[in-house]
């Protein structure tokens, strides 16, 4: 069983960095692949990222992300997080943060998720 929660949303100017934060409960967390998803209203939800269960494992990016978004995780504080430098107005989404069984890009692998942050990046 696993329990998430983001934080780190907020208001950004385009150009900016922001970082959020995923929370996880439960002694299972490390066993799990790790991914963030984001979504804009009327839109399907859209992949981001995603981290290997083991610490420091293989990275996955959106391309429209890549180079410029980091994903980590530290499995000794139970924390998932995202580094999102120059930002643009067509980041401003809720992102959400997943964890699955299995190494995946397609939301419907992920069992938990979280309730979301919203990212707004102005120009």
């Known amino acids: 069983q696993v329990q998430l929660v983001e934080s780190g949303g907020g208001l950004v100017q385009a150009g900016g960095s922001l970082r959020l934060s995923c929370a996880a409960s439960g002694r299972t967390f490390r066993s799990y692949t790790m991914g963030w998803f984001r979504q804009v209203p009327g839109k399907e939800r859209e992949f981001v990222a995603t981290?290997?269960?083991?610490?420091?494992?293989?990275?996955d990016y959106a391309d429209s992300v890549k180079g410029r978004f980091t994903v980590s995780r530290d499995n000794g504080k139970n924390m998932m997080y995202l580094q999102m430098n120059a930002l643009k107005p067509e980041d401003t989404a809720k992102y959400f943060c997943?964890?699955?069984?299995?190494?995946?890009?397609?939301?419907?692998?992920?069992?938990?998720w979280g309730h979301g942050t919203q990212v707004t990046v102005s120009s």
């Open positions: 981290i290997a269960a083991w610490s420091g494992g293989s990275t």
């Open positions: 997943a964890a699955g069984p299995v190494n995946s890009k397609w939301s419907r692998h992920y069992n938990y």
